[in-house]
């Protein structure tokens, strides 16, 4: 079972967004590739709220289809 001291959330209650650190953590990729993504203009739509930058779950499904489209392209050209 999941402590909220651990976690500093409620148990049950459901997310909407990630956090950068969350994100790069989904995805196996590190910090400075993501933002060399986002440099690039490769990186997921982001959201402040506060003082926080967070990435909605809509951003992160839309930035993984974008991110696979683009996966199948270079395949081609290379076939």
């Keep these: 079972m999941v402590r909220r001291e651990v976690t500093g959330r409620k148990p049950g209650v459901s997310r909407f967004a990630l956090s950068i650190p ?14 060399k993504l986002k440099r690039q203009g490769l990186g ?7 003082q926080r930058i967070l ?20 395949t081609e050209g290379a076939a």
């Design 55 to 74: 990435i909605s779950l809509e951003a992160t499904a839309a930035w993984r289809v974008q991110r696979e489209a683009a996966g199948a392209e270079a």
């Design 22 to 35: 969350e994100f790069c953590e989904s995805f196996g990729i590190s910090e400075a590739f993501y933002f």
């Design 44 to 50: 997921p739509v982001e959201m402040k709220v506060g």
